[in-house]
């Protein structure tokens, strides 16, 4: 009885544990790219595509930047 209590709940804490920390972790990796998409200031002139750093050609439509 009592065991299979304790295995359900530490299931449970376990699998929110997980998922909490995975939240934070993604929210940190989209700031990081969001402040590495804002370094850079360059536009694609055929599309007006945001270009993110070290592109070299526009991702949408293909034109060297």
């Known amino acids: 009885g009592f065991g299979i209590l304790f295995v359900v709940v530490g299931t449970v804490y376990y699998w929110r544990i997980g998922r909490t920390s995975s939240k934070r972790a993604r929210r940190r990796r989209n700031v990081n790219v969001e402040e590495e998409e804002n370094k850079t200031g360059a536009y694609c002139?055929?599309?007006?595509?945001?270009?993110?750093t070290g592109d070299k050609f526009c991702r949408t439509c293909g034109a060297k930047l």
Request: hydrophobic content about 25%.
């Open 45 to 52: 002139a055929s599309c007006g595509t945001r270009a993110k």
